[in-house]
């Protein structure tokens, strides 16, 4: 069973200051996508990640994917207030028909 | 236009009750998700279908009964709702791509 794991589980981070999530899975696979969810909204996709080496970058937001280490991080750069929401990983399996997510991090960027 | 819409978004109601999900996308996608997102935010898949046929059951309770009438729907019916079936549940469609969600319904059973 395809086991999906993110740390850290919640993140403080003052405005301005670097820091990096980190997904790791279980089986191979290679497609994973980051989402982001702000309190009582729906999930809103960020990023799709291919192939191994697979690199994506938005605004503050970039993403990249290592298949032979089973891992994916969302590195934020000077972090703002807007940037707090939980993002979750999420690995395609089963002939991508199955998505299963990681555990999510809760953002929290203090001004 | 809302690519994955749910209705309703918010239903509350007493344990041992019927009650059902609606979710339509026009995305043309083949592919349609419901997931369960518990008190703790964890997500789980619970059932998806591709082109109207079931691919994936992950172990869900015989109360709950997805339904799929044509690509572009899939509801869901809860029979003999329990206190433990309280979440938000999302429906999302997908192709080869990432999966697209509606904005939730929030179940409440009281």
């Known amino acids: 069973e395809l086991k999906v794991e993110q740390n850290p589980l919640f993140l403080s981070m003052q405005e301005g200051k670097n820091y990096t999530i980190y997904c790791n899975y279980s089986?191979?696979?290679?497609?994973l996508y980051w989402y982001r969810q702000d309190p009582g909204k729906s999930l809103e996709s960020l990023f799709v990640?291919?192939?191994?080496?697979a690199v994506k970058q938005e605004g503050r937001l970039m993403a990249s994917l290592d298949t032979k280490a089973r891992l994916s991080t969302l590195h934020i750069t000077a972090a703002v207030h807007d940037l707090s929401a939980t993002y979750f990983c999420?690995?395609?399996?089963?002939?991508?028909?199955?998505?299963?997510f990681g555990t999510g991090t809760k953002l929290q960027v203090i001004p | 236009d809302t690519a994955v819409s749910q209705t309703p978004k918010y239903l509350v109601t007493q344990m041992g009750n019927d009650k059902s999900i609606k979710c339509e996308q026009n995305?043309?996608?083949?592919?349609m998700y419901w997931y369960k997102q518990d008190s703790k935010k964890f997500l789980k898949i619970m059932f998806s279908?591709?082109?109207?046929?079931?691919?994936i059951n992950e172990t869900v309770p015989n109360r709950f009964s997805p339904k799929s009438p044509d690509k572009a729907h899939l509801n869901l019916h809860i029979n003999s709702l329990e206190l433990g079936d309280s979440a938000v549940y999302f429906c999302?469609?997908?192709?080869?791509?990432?999966?697209?969600f509606g904005q939730g319904t929030r179940l409440t059973v009281v």
């Open positions: 990640l291919l192939s191994n080496g």
């Open positions: 999302a469609s997908g192709g080869a791509g990432e999966a697209f």
């Open positions: 995305l043309g996608h083949d592919t």
């Open positions: 999420a690995v395609a399996s089963g002939g991508y028909q199955k998505v299963t």
């Open positions: 089986t191979t696979s290679d497609r």
């Open positions: 279908y591709n082109n109207k046929e079931l691919i």
